[in-house]
């Protein structure tokens, strides 16, 4: 099993839904959750991150963290088909490393239909 | 404007020839990653660096990739000799790490896109 699992899809929604990814992890040490977008044949850029369990807001996009539960989530209102890429959780812990490694999910591919 | 570079963007070969890729980080940055990236396996941690010592490079297959930094503006990442299941997109990505806490984003290059025929 991996440490971190994410549905690939596909998924496949029209222009303005409220989109819902999510990520499960098995390591409770892990303390950083990151969202990654990445553009087809392009490299992953970080979208937004969260430090432990709460919300974080950025525009459309709202990260959460559910430590309890091992499950992570990024919200996407209004979605544009601007924002049709995939998404790859990330993770860290303070003890990672000294490189400060990430462990990704295998990323979910979305299309927002105009 | 800043970013991780990445060559060659393209590299199609023969199974048995030698494949380098190369890399350079950030200016300033003291980490670098490489990674391997598939449809089956998704993004993979080949190897990574810190201050151009190497940490860790238990991700890749030792006998036949290699992870060097032979300065601080270069990285590279052989594979000899190439089989057909290295084909993948290779990313390099680099960070820049301070003391034992805090978040550390990485930035990633564009990739090499490797065909092994």
């Known amino acids: 099993q991996k440490e971190v699992e994410q549905d690939p899809g596909p998924l496949s929604v029209p222009e303005g839904a409220i989109v819902s990814l999510n990520c499960t992890y098995s390591n409770s040490a892990f303390q950083y959750f990151m969202w990654y977008r990445q553009y087809s044949r392009k490299g992953p850029e970080l979208l937004m991150y969260t430090y432990s369990s709460g919300n974080k807001e950025d525009g459309r996009f709202t990260a959460q963290v559910d430590k309890s539960s091992k499950y992570i989530s990024l919200f996407i209102r209004d979605s544009q088909p601007s924002d049709s890429a995939t998404y790859l959780c990330a993770m860290s812990s303070i003890s990672s490393g000294s490189a400060r490694q990430l462990t990704f999910g295998s990323g979910t591919q979305l299309t927002v239909l105009p | 404007d800043a970013r991780v570079t990445q060559t060659p963007r393209h590299k199609v070969t023969e199974m048995g020839q030698e494949v380098t890729m190369r890399c350079q980080p950030i200016l300033g940055h003291n980490t670098v990653f490489w990674y391997r990236q598939t449809m089956m396996q998704g993004l993979e941690l080949l190897a990574y660096f810190r201050n151009r010592a190497p940490l860790d490079d238990s991700g890749m297959p030792k006998d036949r990739f290699s992870a060097e930094m032979p300065d601080a503006t270069l990285a590279t990442l052989k594979i000899q000799p190439s089989e057909p299941r290295d084909s993948a997109v290779y990313f390099c990505?680099?960070?820049?790490?301070?003391?034992?806490?805090?978040?550390?984003?990485?930035?990633f290059g564009p990739g090499t896109r490797l065909t092994v025929l």
């Open positions: 990505a680099s960070g820049l790490v301070i003391g034992t806490g805090g978040f550390n984003e990485q930035f």
